[in-house]
Structures are given as structure tokens and as C-alpha cells.
């Protein structure tokens, strides 16, 4: 008994090898256009793929999808010499290439989609597309209440309309009120963004209520649910199970059948010798079967079940969307046939494309390339801001202007100050340029106004400054008289290099708007309108970039040499540092945008923040202050500015003899302490420093040096 047990184990591995071995010596290729996610054709395909896998329990089924169509011949091609036995390619797109191959490999069986005749190695498998769409249509003539209805189809050269025919005739077959139905192509059988647009153009612009589709997906539907129409199934899967009863009806499509039976075939005769058949799926042969929801109307039902069992009950070629009247109006007698002279032929029915009266052929939809404008938020907020810096200048100029006696804004050079200031105006104005929507003018002007505002304030400060320094920096403290008119050739010369460097970015740099599509987060129906430059443009800005380094790197220098001075009123290197490196770090940060790849409308805000902020920082350090002191102190240092220049040459004079006799009991404590010497003597100084309010009428002695050998400056 024993051995008789081992001789039934090893019988049944042997049996079971052999099994497998039959099993797996098949290796099987699906082709689909699309993936399965799509929970429509493909779906269906990958699902009959997958119950075949388990019914014949088969390791090596391959499904392909998403194959370029110019390069399916080469993917089929590279199939058969893989060593594939069994290549379903259930696609019209890859027809060409399949048969192609199949003439190259006798050896390989192919199952081809369409209802080509067989051959020594091609089998065709097709469905009653023709009736699915007939049926969907009765059952939109049932539903429609406005009694217009819609369609979307691929179109050629994907596909003739015939699908949309078959569709209207049944509406009208249903309900002969119906007053007409508008269809869109779209080019493709996947292409969700047009189908979804075409047919919310349908149902938005042309008062469809029920609307039919022949796409690979859902999109048409999908649209049509969410605005609260009804939504039929159309392409294969059973779409109730994810829409609900939001879905009317759905066909459902059942390939597993074909491919259990063609893949059992193969196993069994590897050689390919068997009889070889085409597939063909229709309603009485559970290849194409129907859902609905629980709330449809089961009268509808019973009107469904009757029209589909008709099917049945005539000859094929005697099918109401072969044989109807529309017929007449459409083809000469040439091709009518049947009792009534008003069928054609199932070929003739499938190449159609030119409408039946009453159906409106929209053309091929597109989606309209809309504009992706500057966010108004983005718009708003910096105009705002911008506007309130703007007043708060104004109103700073004024301040300047009213207290220009005052000794703390004049040994800050009223008028430089007011240039300062106007400086940051023209800033703040640029920059509502470049929140706005560009246009060539606009794109020029932001880099006119925002180089010479950056110019005017910092130069002015720079050159302001360097007066100051010139004074106070000169070992035997003469008097220096530096007026304002000397001055202004040199803010005057940077604005002409700055303005210099814009026009070569203007002209020769090309600067215009332009529309751009495929950047930032734009979908591919979307553009954007942006400034740009050429090469030559971008060299040029460069230019500019450095160039205002040159002047910052100046400004540092200025404000460095002018620490020695120790009166706080003239002794701005802080103020002036801190508002240069304030400048320096934000230019620093322009010059990483510059350079590095980023959103253009980031891009934009941060040069937007950046501009407002080395703006507002220069003015605030600079100012904030002197406001502060007028507020507090007043005219307290007034003395600084009331001496005559009799007494400034007397002093001078004094001060030179008493420096030259030590001795002398009048002179000790200045003697003795240098620094009070300086001091006194760069008070006297001081007095000449706002040269408009002094008499033009000089001392002789003004032009005599300070004799301070004792060199104990700070």
C-alpha cells in the first residue's frame, strides 16, 4: 500500500510538471492605447487579461499600453522575437504595424482588433459598437427633457462619426420630438481635457441635457455628472460601481470569454493548427451586457430589453441604424437598399462622417488658449503699499523742506536730502510697474525708473557725503567751500552712465513683452505674458548690476573716511553703512534670481519685495534719526551755525598764535588739550559748511591755514 501511495505521489508531480510545463510554455502580449486606471475600454481589456490569467492559471500575460503609434511596428516587431506566441492587440492604432509583423513571424499568432478576415496567423476580434451606441441613444430620447441632446466623438482621423449616428437614430427612434443634436470631434479616443471642454461647451452653450460619448474614458460623463445631469456609460466598464446611481446606464464589455477561448487554443495546439475564427461580441452572447440605476423607471427598463432582444429577431444588415430614412437625405439611390430603399450597407454605415439632418456637426473642439493674468491680490497689495510709501516721502520732503534751517537737516544738505528722497519715490513707482501686467512699454519702463531711482538715491548719498568728507579730511583744516552747483555735475554724470546702460538693455537687448507658454505652473492651454531680453540685453544688465556694486562699494569708503568726524550731526558713516549693507545683501539676492531658474511670478515678488524693502530700509536708517532729533532737540545746536566768518578768521587767528606760544597764560588750556582745540577750531569750520546761507563776501583770512602741528585728530 505504501508503494502504491508513492507511485500516486509521484504520478501526480509528474502529471502536474507536464501541467505547468503546458502552461507556461505560452507567453502572451495585450496592446492597448492607454492603462487600465482608466475604468473604461482598457479597464476592461486588463480585466479579461487578468481572469484569463486565473481561469488557465498563466504566469507570462503582458500588458503593453502607451506605445507611440509611429513606433508600434518596432515594439510588435521586438514582441515576436522575445519569443511571445500570442500577440492581442486590441487597438485599431496598431493595426497597421500588427499585420505587418504577422506577414514577418508566421509563427506567431495574432488576435487583431476590427473584423478583417483570418489568415494563417491573424484572428480579429470586434463588437456591436454600432447597436451599444443605438441603445445609449434610445435611452437618451427616453430621458432628454429640453429635447437636444449632445455627443463627443474621436472624429477622424481616429474615426469616422458613424458611432454619433447611431446614436441620433436611436434618440429619434425613441422620441421623434427631439429637435436636434449637436456633436464635437475631438481628434483622439484619450484626451480627457479636450472631452471634458467639449462637452462643457455642449452643455453650457447649447442647452444639451443628455450627452453621449465614444472616449476611452469617462471625462464626458464625469462633466455632465457634476453639473447635475444624468450620466450613461459609454465605454465599457460598469461605471455605477463608481459613480452610483449618478450613472443611468452602463455597457459593460466582457473580453475575458474571447481571450479564455483563443489562449486555450494556442495551448492546446502550439503550432497554431487549429480552425481559426473571428470574435464578434454582442448582446446575446453576454459579450456586451447593460446596469442601471435603482431609480430608473422600470417602463424604460422594459423599452430597453425590448429594443435589445429586437437585435435578435432580424437580420444584422436589417438593424434600424442600417436601415432608416435619414438614409434617403444623406446618399444617393446608388447605395440604398431593403423594401423601403432606405438601408446601406454595415461598411457604408461605419465610413460615415458627413451629419444626418438634424445633427449639427461643431468641428473639431479646442480648448481656447486663455491668458494667466498677474494675480490682482499680487497687483493690489503692492500698489497699495507702494501708494503709502509714496505719501509717507512726500510728506518727509515736506518736513525737509519746512525745517531746511534747522541745524540738523542742514548739516545734512537739504537738498541732497530731498534728492534722497526722491530717489525712493521713483523706486516705489517702479515697482507698481512690475505688479501690473506687462506690456513693451511697461517692460521698458520698470528698468528706466527703478535704475534711476536706485541711482538718484544712492548716488546722492554717495556724493553728499563725499562733500563731507572733503571738508573734515584735510590735515591743515582750511576752509573748504564745496557748493551744491559743483556737486550736482557728478549726480548728474551717474544718472547719464545709469541711463547710458538702460538704453544699450532697450535697444539693443530687445526688451518687449512676450507670451510664453509651459512655464511656472501653466497647464498647456495656458500662457503667460512676460518682458525678456536677448543675450546682448542681459550683458548689458549685468553691466548695470555691477555698476551699482562700484557705487555701493564708494558709498562704503565715503562712509568709512568720514568716521573721524565727531559731531554727530555731520558723522552719518553708521547710518549710511548700515543702509549700504541693507542695499548690498537685497542686490545680492536679485543677483541669485538672476541666475538661478525660478517661477517667473515668485521671481517678480521677490524683486518687488526686495526693491520696497532696500528703499524703505535706506530712507528709514537714513532719516528716522534726524526726525527724531528735531522732535527732541530742536535748534539746540544752533550756536553751531551763528558765528560770523570775522570771528571764524579771529578765531583761526587766535587759535594759531596760541598754538605757536605755549606758554602764554591765555592759551594754556587749549594748549594742553588738543582735542578741544580741534573741536573749537572744526566748529569754526563748520560754519562755512552750508555755503547758502553764507555771505559770498569772505575774510581774507579764510584763506589762511589752520596751524595745527600738533596733528591730534580723530
Known amino acids: ?53 486565473k481561469a488557465l492559471n498563466l504566469r507570462e500575460v503582458y500588458y503593453f499600453s502607451d506605445i507611440p503609434i509611429p513606433e508600434s511596428k518596432e515594439f510588435i516587431y521586438n514582441l515576436c522575437e522575445s519569443g511571445y506566441n500570442l500577440i492581442i492587440v486590441s487597438t485599431l492604432d496598431y493595426l497597421s504595424g500588427a499585420r505587418e ?27 456591436n459598437f454600432i447597436s451599444a451606441n443605438y441603445v445609449t441613444g434610445y435611452f437618451a430620447g427616453l430621458m432628454t427633457k429640453s429635447k437636444i441632446i449632445g455627443y463627443v466623438t474621436p472624429g477622424p482621423p481616429a474615426s469616422s462619426n458613424y458611432a454619433a449616428h447611431a446614436f441620433y437614430v436611436g434618440a429619434k427612434n425613441s422620441n421623434p420630438d427631439i429637435e436636434s443634436m449637436y456633436f464635437y470631434s475631438t481628434g483622439s479616443w484619450l484626451n480627457p481635457e479636450i ?91 453576454s459579450f456586451l451586457t447593460y446596469t442601471h440605476s435603482r ?78 493674468e498677474v494675480p490682482k491680490t499680487f497687483t493690489r497689495a503692492f500698489t497699495a503699499t507702494s501708494g503709502a510709501l509714496i505719501l509717507l516721502a512726500l510728506i518727509l520732503e515736506a518736513v525737509i523742506y519746512i525745517n531746511k534751517d534747522k541745524p540738523i537737516i542742514r548739516s545734512a544738505s537739504p537738498i541732497f536730502c530731498i534728492l534722497i528722497i526722491m530717489g525712493g519715490i521713483i523706486v516705489y513707482a517702479s ?3 512690475w505688479t501690473v501686467s506687462p506690456t513693451t512699454a511697461t517692460c521698458n519702463a520698470r528698468y528706466w525708473l527703478v535704475s534711476i531711482g536706485f541711482t538718484t538715491l544712492i548716488g546722492s548719498m554717495v556724493v553728499k557725503n563725499f562733500r563731507i568728507w572733503l571738508i573734515f579730511d584735510n590735515p591743515e583744516l582750511k576752509t573748504i567751500k564745496i557748493t551744491n552747483y559743483q556737486l550736482f555735475p557728478w549726480v548728474a554724470g551717474l544718472l547719464v552712465i545709469n541711463a547710458l546702460l538702460v538704453a544699450i538693455i532697450t535697444a539693443s537687448g ?83 534670481l538672476v541666475v538661478s531658474p525660478q517661477y517667473y511670478l515668485d521671481q517678480q515678488m521677490i524683486l518687488c519685495i526686495a ?20 522732535a527732541t532737540r530742536g535748534s539746540s545746536t544752533e550756536q553751531l551755525f551763528s558765528m560770523k566768518k570775522s570771528s571764524i578768521a579771529s578765531s583761526r587767528s587766535s587759535a594759531s598764535k596760541n598754538s605757536s606760544n605755549p606758554d602764554s597764560g591765555d592759551s594754556g588750556k587749549s594748549s594742553h588739550n588738543p582735542h578741544n582745540y580741534y573741536k573749537k577750531s572744526t566748529n569754526n569750520v563748520l560754519a562755512e559748511f552750508t555755503d547758502e546761507s553764507i555771505s559770498d563776501q569772505e575774510d581774507e583770512s579764510n584763506d589762511l591755514p589752520i596751524e595745527n602741528t600738533n596733528s591730534n585728530r580723530v
Not at 506577414?103 to 470586434?126: C, D, E, H, W
Not at 432582444?309 to 432608416?324: D, E, S
Open 1 to 53: 500500500m505504501t508503494r502504491s501511495f508513492l507511485n500516486n505521489v509521484i504520478l501526480f508531480i509528474v502529471l502536474l510538471s507536464c501541467i505547468i510545463t503546458v502552461t507556461q510554455s505560452i507567453k502572451v502580449a495585450v496592446l492597448a492605447t492607454g492603462g487600465p486606471e482608466d475604468l473604461g475600454f482598457n479597464y476592461q481589456v486588463n480585466q479579461a487579461k487578468v481572469n484569463a490569467e
Open 101 to 127: 509583423a504577422a506577414k514577418a513571424y508566421p509563427n506567431v499568432q495574432f488576435l487583431l482588433r476590427g473584423s478583417g478576415a483570418t489568415s494563417s496567423n491573424i484572428q480579429s476580434v470586434t463588437y
Open 195 to 285: 472631452s471634458a471642454g467639449a462637452a462643457n461647451s455642449l452643455l453650457s452653450d447649447y442647452g444639451v441635457d443628455v450627452i453621449g460619448q465614444t472616449q476611452d474614458d469617462m471625462s464626458v460623463q464625469i462633466e455632465a455628472v457634476d453639473r447635475g445631469y444624468i450620466g450613461i456609460g459609454t465605454n465599457g466598464f460598469n461605471q455605477k460601481e463608481v459613480f452610483g446611481d449618478k450613472i443611468a446606464l452602463s455597457y459593460v464589455l466582457d473580453w475575458t470569454s474571447v481571450f479564455v477561448d483563443l489562449i486555450q487554443k494556442n495551448i492546446d495546439h502550439p503550432d497554431g493548427n487549429y480552425t481559426k475564427t473571428n470574435y464578434y461580441g454582442d448582446w446575446d452572447n
Open 295 to 372: 431609480s430608473l423607471d422600470p417602463q424604460v427598463k422594459s423599452i430597453l430589453d425590448e429594443i435589445i432582444l429586437n437585435f435578435t429577431a432580424v437580420p444584422k444588415a436589417m438593424a434600424p441604424f442600417f436601415c432608416n430614412d435619414y438614409n434617403k437625405y444623406t446618399f444617393s439611390a446608388t447605395y440604398l437598399t431593403g423594401a423601403e430603399l432606405n438601408c446601406i450597407s454595415q461598411a457604408r454605415f461605419q465610413n460615415m462622417s458627413d451629419p444626418y439632418p438634424g445633427m449639427t456637426w461643431l468641428g473639431n473642439y479646442t480648448i481656447p488658449i486663455t491668458l494667466k
Open 431 to 433: 515697482i507698481i510697474l
Open 510 to 592: 530687445d526688451l518687449k513683452m512676450v507670451e510664453v507658454m509651459g512655464i511656472d505652473d501653466l497647464t498647456k492651454y495656458q500662457y503667460m505674458q512676460v518682458c525678456k531680453m536677448n543675450n546682448s540685453g542681459a550683458i548689458a544688465l549685468y553691466i548695470l548690476l555691477a555698476y551699482f556694486a562700484l557705487l555701493l562699494l564708494v558709498g562704503v569708503f565715503v562712509s568709512w573716511k568720514i568716521r573721524i568726524v565727531d559731531i554727530a550731526e555731520f558723522n552719518e558713516s553708521k547710518p549710511i553703512a548700515n543702509t549700504l549693507y541693507a542695499i548690498s545683501f537685497s542686490l545680492f539676492v536679485i543677483v541669485s
Open 611 to 630: 526693491g520696497l524693502f532696500m528703499a524703505t530700509a535706506a530712507l528709514g536708517i537714513l532719516f528716522v534719526p534726524k526726525l527724531y532729533g528735531l
